[in-house]
């Protein structure tokens, strides 16, 4: 099945160059994997090296920063790693706040850098769940 038929739901409300990155590394890896969740994991893998998730929707890295966003996208398949959710936890601290205080987050100008990533981490899963269910 084509990847553009089965785009997850914050993809479908990202722009277009986020749901091309995705559908291309998903099309991809399904030829070299088959269907399923591999195929998944490498078209986010793919997408978080240009693309970093904001509330409930992807946007392209700041100042086109390239380069994998968390622990997870940084290594080779199969070698484990934390996932970021889609928090580009490479950016400077500064870029984190700007994310933060877009998506509300209170008490962001007290808050570490590690503080600021998890702050967004889960804005970001209750801003998809509430546009998931509304």
Known sequence: ?????????TL????DSAQRTWAKAHDSAVKEY?????????AYGALKHTHEKVGDHWERKKGA????????????????GRSG?????GAPKQHLYDVAKRLGVEGRSRMTKPELEDAIRKSNRSRTRQARSG
């Open 34 to 42: 088959g269907e399923g969740r591999r195929a998944h994991q490498t």
């Open 85 to 89: 959710e889609g928090v580009d936890e």
């Open 1 to 9: 099945m084509p990847a553009r038929e089965e785009l997850p739901s």
């Open 65 to 80: 920063r390239k380069g994998p966003s968390d622990p997870q996208s940084a290594r080779p398949r199969g070698r484990g």
């Open 12 to 15: 479908r409300r990202s722009p």
